[in-house]
Structures are given as structure tokens and as C-alpha cells.
């Protein structure tokens, strides 16, 4: 089995917030114990509703936010803790495709100098060489050569996304965290991008996790999935055992609202959640999604379930996981 490229062992990331009026300071856990691996040239589905934790969880792998508690291990270095990490080394390891194509480029820059400042950073001072890298990279994003002296208003939503996409992968890391990559996007392009995203994946070994509140999109590119519920991952597994057999009453809600009658239909009527999610700064007592569970009983108020395995690499949160169908 190979070892994991990514490995995060309870990491949490929780925020100090204080009150103006004088109520004292409050916790908000915005990730809150998340135990998970990525493998090389896997592409792991993080799923669940905004405010989750997800772009959070994905800030703190990048080493943008610092952890509470928990250690993240990247490609065998670790970036938590006291060691201080290889940030150098860490940049060429992992790289960040981010939710919107325009507000995460320099609108001051033209797609030649974005894609060409990281290399030259990174040690890379021949101007061939640097060229030839560029227009290589235009090129497996499907920009054209003559398009690299533009900037990025000359550009539509969709070849925004291209570029960002090419300045992730410039340096050619291992894993790619790609935030909601497709959600600013109209649909006509979104599969155009998620396509251009698996293709990539092939042709350079990459590793991805794949950031979205869309099941639709996830199911298409993902090896794994993992669901995440204020703070917590509350169900893991393949693919395949989370869309058909799902064991987690909020997994089976989040499936259920996917607008495919086939879906619903293997998921059941009764799979919808009540409400909307609590906040992260005074989460309900037990399992955290007792208020809207179609499930909830005594215990699921007064703790918090363990992380079970329902089948070998399957494994959910629910005090009745092996009675969920």
C-alpha cells in the first residue's frame, strides 16, 4: 500500500471571538479533530454545506492558517508543530486552485508573468527555459501562446479558471487542493473545467482533493469521499459505498437534495434534514447533527458517536450506522 502523500491526525483549527458588548470571549471550532489521508494520485471528494470547514480544513494543509491542535504531514514533512515547515519545498509540493478565477489573480499581471514569477523564485533563471515552461503549461490548460501577454479582464470566467489552474501546477506539485474550482463558473463551462482537472490528474500524477458542496461534481471525479459536518468528518469511504450505500443520516440528506430522481429514489424520501446547520460556536450537545437527523434518539444528545467502520475503508459517525438503509 502506498504511503499516504497527505496525513492528518486530529487537527483542529478553532477561532477566538469576542463579544463587543462586553459577553467575554467564545471558541468557534471551525475544524474541530479531522483524521484523514490522501494517497498519490488519488482525488479525495471533501463534501459538505458552506460553513462546514472545509476551505478552512483547506488553509490549514496550506499552511495559511496555523492548527490549534493536530499535525498535518505532507510528502513525509511536517508543517504543524514547533518545527517551522520548508515553505520553499512546501510550495512544490502542494499548490491551491481557489474558488473565484478573478479575485485570485493579480489583475496587474499578465498570464506570462504569473506563470513565469514562481519559477524564477524557485530557482529557475534561464529565460528559455522559463519561456518554454509557460507556453508548455498555456498549452495543457488550453490557452493559446499568443494569449500570454494578456491580463486577466481580457479573459472570461472560465479562462480565468485555466490560468489559476496553470499557476497550481507550474511547478509541478503532488497535490492540488482545488476550492470549489468549478462554482463560480456557468454550467456550460463547469464540465469543460472538471474535465480539463481529471485529464491533467493523469497526464502529471497529481493527487487531489476536491473541495465542493456539489455531490454531482464529486461523484464524477472522486476516489474517496469524505462528508464534513461543523467541523467534523462524519462519514468516509469509496465512492462508490458513499453514493449507494451511504450510513450517515446527513450524507444520505446531502445525496438526497442532488436533483437526479435516481438518487432520491435509492435514497428514500424520508433522508431530508430539518433546519439548517447549528453554528461552530456552540454546537449541539452530542452529535452535533441531532437537531436535524430523522434518526434522533436519547443518545444521540447525550454523546457524540464513534467514527465506526461499516465495511473495510468505510466508516461513518452514527450511533446507528448498521441500521441505516
Not at 161 to 178: D, N
Request: some cysteine.
Amino acid at each position: 500500500m502506498a504511503e499516504a502523500l497527505l496525513s492528518l491526525n486530529d487537527l483542529a483549527v478553532h477561532f477566538k471571538i469576542g463579544n463587543a458588548l462586553g459577553g467575554g470571549v467564545r471558541t468557534l471550532k471551525a475544524v474541530d479533530g479531522v483524521t484523514l489521508d490522501v494517497k498519490p494520485g488519488e482525488c479525495l471528494g471533501l463534501v459538505g454545506e458552506s460553513g462546514c470547514g472545509k476551505s478552512t480544513l483547506a488553509l490549514a494543509i496550506m499552511g495559511l492558517l496555523p492548527p490549534t491542535r493536530g499535525t498535518i504531514g505532507i510528502d513525509g514533512q511536517q508543517i504543524s508543530g514547533s518545527t517551522a515547515p520548508d515553505r520553499m519545498k512546501m510550495a512544490r509540493t502542494v499548490q491551491m486552485v481557489f474558488q473565484d478565477p478573478y479575485a485570485s489573480l493579480n489583475p496587474r499581471q499578465t498570464v506570462r508573468r504569473t506563470l513565469a514569477d514562481p519559477l524564477r523564485l524557485h530557482g529557475i533563471t534561464d529565460k528559455a527555459e522559463v519561456e518554454a515552461r509557460v507556453i508548455d503549461m498555456m498549452a495543457k490548460v488550453g490557452l493559446r501562446p499568443e494569449q500570454a501577454d494578456r491580463y486577466p479582464h481580457e479573459f472570461s470566467g472560465g479562462q480565468r479558471q485555466r490560468i489559476g489552474i496553470a499557476r497550481a501546477l507550474i511547478l509541478k506539485p503532488k497535490l492540488v487542493l482545488c476550492d470549489e474550482p468549478v462554482s463560480a463558473l456557468d454550467v456550460s463551462i463547469r464540465a469543460q473545467i472538471i474535465n480539463l482537472l481529471l485529464e491533467l490528474k493523469d497526464e502529471m500524477g497529481l493527487a487531489y482533493i476536491m473541495i465542493s458542496h456539489d455531490l454531482g461534481v464529486v461523484e464524477h471525479v472522486s476516489d474517496r469521499v469524505a462528508v464534513m459536518y461543523l467541523g467534523r468528518i462524519v462519514e468516509q469511504g469509496g465512492w462508490q459505498e458513499i453514493f449507494e450505500n451511504p450510513r450517515h443520516p446527513y450524507t444520505r440528506a446531502l445525496i438526497a437534495a442532488i436533483p437526479d430522481p435516481f438518487h432520491r429514489a435509492a435514497i428514500g424520501a424520508n433522508a431530508k434534514a430539518r433546519g439548517e446547520i447549528a453554528s461552530a460556536l456552540n454546537p449541539p450537545a452530542g452529535c452535533h447533527f441531532n437537531p436535524r437527523c430523522p434518526l434522533k434518539a436519547d443518545i444521540c444528545t447525550a454523546e457524540y458517536p464513534a467514527f465506526g467502520e461499516v465495511s473495510p475503508g468505510h466508516r461513518a459517525a452514527c450511533h446507528f450506522r448498521d441500521h441505516v438503509s
